[in-house]
């Protein structure tokens, strides 16, 4: 198809998995679409995603100058953070608040265990400076920051070797988000000081209370920043060498996506990119069938991911943790404050290894066989058994039809792995035993989806189980089972169906600002310019961006709880309340009054009672910046050819 006019106009969504590589095309001019599969390079994942490109550019018979737009998602910063494959990282802070990255919460991820292992903060003690400086809750100085101790720490950078392609700078001052005047002298004089040094501003990469979690965050987002740059570079270096016009964008975890340059800038705001564009899938296809409830179920070759759609719109939490000591266990890694969609993630992919443990129970996971050497029946020098070489044993999958015909899958070696490592162990027939593997996996992945639903007030069997990802719809029957669904979907293209949530997602931004303040005394004038000021921020972004400034729109959250309360709940701002709000003309009676209402549904909905008759205090506000919602067909089925019998 390719030379079809002038104009490029197909768009790709690519998926970076711990396994495979996945893409779909999509004509925009036909609705015509193509998918392609490949198994991820994790040497150098930006030639996967060129193999991917070429791969179905062929199969299309189209060429790289009608590719307009690639929108891509990656688990390079997450892996980066868990591998610990970052720059050499430094932090800046107030004095006296060196170690409050080491100390942590107060909150114990396991009260009864006296010896916690906690993940290693980012930027080791050593690397850990101070300078003398103090700002106050309220935005206020207290203590006048003194630029000689800034001075001081960039010569101590300096002798540690930070300096030209080497070294990242984390700054995190004490109320930086209040008043971040200081945050950024000291940035200022660090970039002089250390020209070719990475260096972030807390209040730029998580504007909001809670200092802890606002350093680890930043920390994270400058530990990252250079290997993104590295490799987005390599896929426009790569984008360009093929001859392709295609403009490259990223999706973040909150299910918008972004440009290149804010993906450097902010790498930590994709660190669920993946996950996020399944979950969108679903919701997508949910609109589209009209089935606005669904229970999102993406099956990879490495994990699951169980999302609750309600409204036919993915949630969004801003609470979300990376390079957890126990994967599954909430508490027990390092805290990043960026927006994401919420969903649960499980150790149960294809790849995911089945073992019998000390007690003669079988365990599978969280340990993966990835794609190199890959589950034993790909023949690539693998000998543990997983879940792929049960379901294959069991007949689920066509040995002679897998990645479409283009990988053959050997039986004998799938037979012999669950033969060594769980059937001799416990005395069970080969079949038994993959068997055992696959149910084991189905209520791992029944269990979490129940309990991801149970925290939202909601009952997953009420609601279709959506089930897509390379290994999904294999396992859809047993889980729906236990869960008790009465529906399951599987879209066309399931196996590659998070690429679907690439290609519908809208460029966007999720901006914040700490304003902590009881309602009932709030200066609602001072809100009213913070909303005005973050969407006049969006705006610009997304102009930036190539997004018509008409186009833009916004949506605005507050982050509220009762007096008293140590955690907040995420609140939708109704129109009324806006309305209220205008920068001409504000009304904080009103505004008191719909955000009061709007506390309650959202109260009541989470914990299935009614908020007791105690003031509210907000803590965060936040708006989000969105362009359009691009218009993309859903991939449906070709009717194959009649086949017409011959009589003899």
């Known amino acids: 198809m390719g030379g079809h006019g002038s104009e490029a106009h197909w768009r790709a969504g690519i998926d970076i998995g711990g396994t495979f590589t996945d893409i779909l095309l999509i004509d925009e001019r036909t609705g015509a679409s193509w998918f392609g ?53 430094a932090l800046v802070t107030t004095r006296g608040f060196r170690d409050a990255v080491e100390i942590a919460r107060e909150h114990r991820y396991d009260m009864y265990d006296l010896n916690l292992d906690l993940p290693r903060p980012l930027a080791p003690r050593h690397l850990r400076f101070e300078v003398d400086e103090r700002i106050r809750a309220d935005g206020s100085v207290h203590t006048p920051l003194d630029m000689a101790s800034v001075d001081l720490v960039a010569s101590q950078l300096r002798e540690a070797g930070f300096g030209g392609t080497t070294g990242a700078v984390a700054v995190c001052l004490l109320h930086g988000y209040a008043n971040p005047d200081h945050e950024r002298a000291v940035g200022d004089h660090l970039r002089t000081s250390l020209p070719g040094v990475r260096i972030a501003l807390s209040h730029e990469v998580a504007g909001e209370i809670r200092e802890y979690e606002r350093t680890t965050t930043t920390l994270a987002n400058v530990y990252v920043q250079r290997l993104m740059e590295g490799y987005l570079d390599r896929i426009r270096d790569a984008l360009s060498a093929s001859g392709s016009p295609a403009r490259l964008l990223l999706m973040l975890s909150a299910g918008g996506t972004a440009t290149v340059d804010t993906a450097r800038r902010f790498p930590i705001r994709l660190v669920e990119s993946g996950p996020a564009a399944g979950a969108l899938a679903a919701a997508a296809h949910g609109r589209e069938t009209g089935r606005t409830g669904l ?187 236990i869960l008790g669904s009465r529906e399951i979907v599987v879209p066309y293209g399931a196996g590659v169906g998070s690429t679907i949530g690439f290609l519908v997602a809208p460029v966007s931004f999720d901006f914040v600002r700490s304003y902590y303040t009881r309602l009932d005394t709030c200066d609602w004038h001072a809100v009213a310019g913070l909303l005005a000021t973050m969407e006049s921020e969006g705006r610009d972004l997304l102009t930036d961006a190539g997004v018509n400034a008409g186009d833009v729109t916004f949506a605005h959250r507050a982050e509220l709880r009762l007096v008293g309360q140590a955690h907040q709940v995420t609140v939708d701002l109704p129109r009324e309340v806006l309305d209220a709000l205008d920068p001409g003309h504000v009304d904080g009676f009103r505004a008191l009054e719909v955000i009061q209402d709007a506390f309650g549904t959202t109260y009541r909905a989470l914990y299935r009672r009614s908020a007791p008759p105690v003031a509210i205090e907000a803590v965060n506000w936040r708006v989000v910046a969105s362009g359009p919602v691009p218009v993309v067909a859903l991939p449906t089925p070709v009717a194959p050819e009649p086949f017409h019998p011959q009589v003899t």
Not at 42 to 54: E, H, K, L
Not at 324 to 338: D, H, I, N, Q
């Open 37 to 89: 599969k490949t198994l991820t390079t994790p040497d150098d994942p930006a030639r996967g995603v060129a193999s991917a490109i070429a791969q179905v550019l062929h199969d299309a018979t189209a060429s790289t100058t009608d590719l307009h737009t690639v929108i891509h998602g990656t688990t390079l910063v997450t892996n980066a953070l868990i591998e610990r494959k970052g720059d050499r990282t």
């Open 295 to 481: 229970l999102s179920f993406d099956m990879g070759g490495t994990t699951a991911k169980a999302c609750l759609i309600t409204g036919g719109v993915p949630p969004v939490t801003t609470e979300f943790e990376v390079d957890r000591v126990y994967r599954f266990k909430a508490g027990s890694g390092l805290p990043v404050r960026v927006p994401s969609i919420d969903l649960i993630e499980i150790g149960a992919g294809g790849g995911s290894i089945a073992r019998v443990d000390r007690f003669g129970l079988i365990k599978v996971g969280p340990e993966s066989a990835g794609a190199d050497p890959g589950p034993a029946c790909y023949g690539r020098g693998g000998t543990h058994p997983t879940v792929t070489d049960a379901d294959l044993i069991l007949g689920y999958l066509d040995p002679g039809f897998f990645l479409g015909g283009t990988m053959r899958l050997d039986v004998r070696a799938a037979r012999e792995a669950i033969r060594m490592h769980v059937a001799e162990p416990l005395g069970l027939t080969i079949e038994d035993a993959a068997w055992a593997v696959h149910s084991v996996v189905n209520e791992a992945m029944a269990a979490a989806s129940r309990m991801h639903a149970v925290e939202r007030g909601k009952d997953a069997s009420a609601v279709p189980l959506f089930a897509f990802g390379g290994a999904g719809p294999v396992h859809a029957s047993g889980v729906a089972r």
